[in-house]
């Protein structure tokens, strides 16, 4: 990723749309392809270049084949996912041009534990934020966009616990180890992973990397969700918690709400993943924050450790403006 850039005031190093699948969930080759398919045909523009493909062998102790995107193989690949032999997928593309517009699309379904230290699998797209922008002067790929995950979503069996799209900050680690603190009685987690405590903007940036690698554990739990998004990608039991489907469709009268497979619901603050910084667009997030709030993660519970990882996204904390 490129470092992060300041937008709506904050520090952002890209955009993020995952759905986290629960641990028992047995994913078809197939499906992997047809996403893969999808993300191929529709979010990447003429002038962008295909550039890696990653596979991995279902079962533990398989290694990643880390190469580059040719055809060759890649019609060798979609055999394998054909024949259920692979679980692991990543296709990146990047603007000869303009190196620093990179769009990802990754999938990593049925992990078995050992060295898989997943609790869950994951569809995901990400990219930069200089592609964002690209695609966000596109109505069509936005759509696209929305539609590959919802497509995820109905195809996945018993669905996706949770997920959804947001500008994110992917914090770097220090370069040194992070199992030998300097000094020895620093406290963790160390500040490198904490998201701010404190909401600077009523668009929010979600905060992913090793936080993020420690919640998702939560959300196929269905302990509550992460936070307030552009996109809102709710499991039957996350709807449940904010108060059900009427409630939230009288809350956010106007927003695009759309009913998903498996007694989901997907949540659309605004038409662009990138808005105006308007006051109506900070009015939206703040009206959906308060709606989405009563199925936010609670502290109660947690280890101080995960407390500090939540940052601002959390149940007892209300907006303020």
């Known amino acids: 990723m490129e470092p992060a ?3 709506y005031g904050q520090p952002a190093t890209g955009f993020v749309l995952p759905l986290y699948l629960r641990q028992e969930t047995q994913v078809e080759g197939r499906l992997i392809l047809e996403l893969a398919e999808q993300f191929m045909s529709r979010l990447l523009f003429p002038s962008t270049r295909l550039n890696w493909l990653w596979t991995k062998r279902a079962g533990e102790g398989a290694k990643l084949n880390i190469g580059d995107f040719t055809s060759a193989r890649w019609k060798a690949a979609q055999k394998k996912f054909l024949n259920n032999e692979f679980a692991v997928l990543t296709l ?3 603007t000869p041009d303009f190196p620093n517009q990179e769009i990802w699309f990754s999938a990593h379904v049925n992990p078995i534990g050992g060295d898989e230290f997943l609790s869950a699998g994951v569809w995901e797209v990400k990219c930069s934020v200089p592609y964002l922008r ?3 002067a596109s109505p069509e790929k936005v759509e696209a966009l929305v539609q590959l995950a919802i ?3 109905n195809n996945t069996p018993d669905g996706p616990a949770y997920g959804y799209g947001h500008l994110a900050n992917s914090l770097a680690r220090p370069r040194w180890d992070i199992m030998k603190p300097k000094p020895p009685d620093a406290p963790w987690p160390w500040d490198f992973i904490k998201p701010p405590a404190e909401r600077v ?3 929010p940036i979600a905060y992913t990397g090793d ?3 420690n919640l998702s554990g939560m959300y196929v739990r269905n302990a509550g969700i992460k936070g307030a998004f552009w996109a809102n990608f709710l499991s039957a039991a996350h709807v449940a918690l904010a108060g059900g489907e009427a409630v939230l469709r009288e809350k956010l009268s106007g927003m695009r709400i759309e009913r998903l497979e498996h007694g989901g619901l997907l ?8 808005p105006e910084d308007t006051d109506a667009t900070r009015e939206r997030f703040w009206q959906l924050d308060e709606a989405l709030q009563p199925a936010f993660i609670s502290h109660e519970g947690l280890r101080d450790t995960f407390r500090d990882m939540l940052g601002y996204f959390y149940r007892e904390r209300p907006p303020v403006r």
Do not use: G, K
């Open 5 to 7: 850039q300041s937008v």
């Open 92 to 94: 990146r593309a990047q």
């Open 134 to 136: 690209h695609l966000a």
């Open 151 to 153: 497509h995820a979503w």
């Open 201 to 203: 903007h009523a668009v």
């Open 211 to 213: 936080s993020e690698l």
């Open 267 to 274: 949540i659309v603050a605004t038409d662009s993943p990138l």
